[in-house]
């Protein structure tokens, strides 16, 4: 099976602020696709925090090993799950290079768990636009006023 999980959040500062949040995901089947969604406000992160908050709910649905590929926004989300950086983190005790706490380590490793459980090679998509691209912004938009 193939689940495709899209992320999209107005949240997009590195400082906390409040925003919207979307997760969908999609299980590619031989009819229709299946999705599952859910919007949700999100007070007080950063576009980082609020992109690892949505993912994590989102793998929270995963049960099963499947392929899985992610789309998102935000780059440094993205590059680190492509290039397996939260193995490094989780070696050194979830310190970065400089010995400093990686920000949000317990969204990492459920994050992290999840895809070594379910997926052993995600696959990402960094800032693509996609089917659900319009719906998830005017939702988020929506649920915002």
């Not at 599952?36 to 992160?45: H, L, N, T, V």
């Amino acid at each position: 099976m193939k689940l495709n999980i899209y992320i999209y959040t107005t949240i997009r500062t590195i400082r906390k602020s409040d925003g919207v949040g979307v997760y969908l995901l999609e299980a590619v089947t031989n009819k229709e696709p299946v999705t599952i969604d859910r919007a949700m406000q999100q007070a007080d992160m950063n576009f980082n925090a609020a992109t690892l908050s949505l993912l994590s709910l989102a793998m929270s649905h995963v049960v099963r090993p499947c392929e899985i590929e992610i789309y998102v926004d935000n780059s440094y989300v993205g590059n680190a799950i492509a290039k397996r950086w939260p193995d490094k983190w989780e070696n050194d005790s979830w310190k970065n290079a400089k010995g400093k706490d990686i920000a949000d380590a317990s969204d990492w490793n459920t994050i992290w768990t999840q895809l070594r459980k379910f997926c052993k090679s995600p696959v990402v998509h960094i800032g693509e636009k996609h089917s659900y691209s319009s719906w998830m912004e005017s939702t988020a938009k929506d649920k915002e006023a």
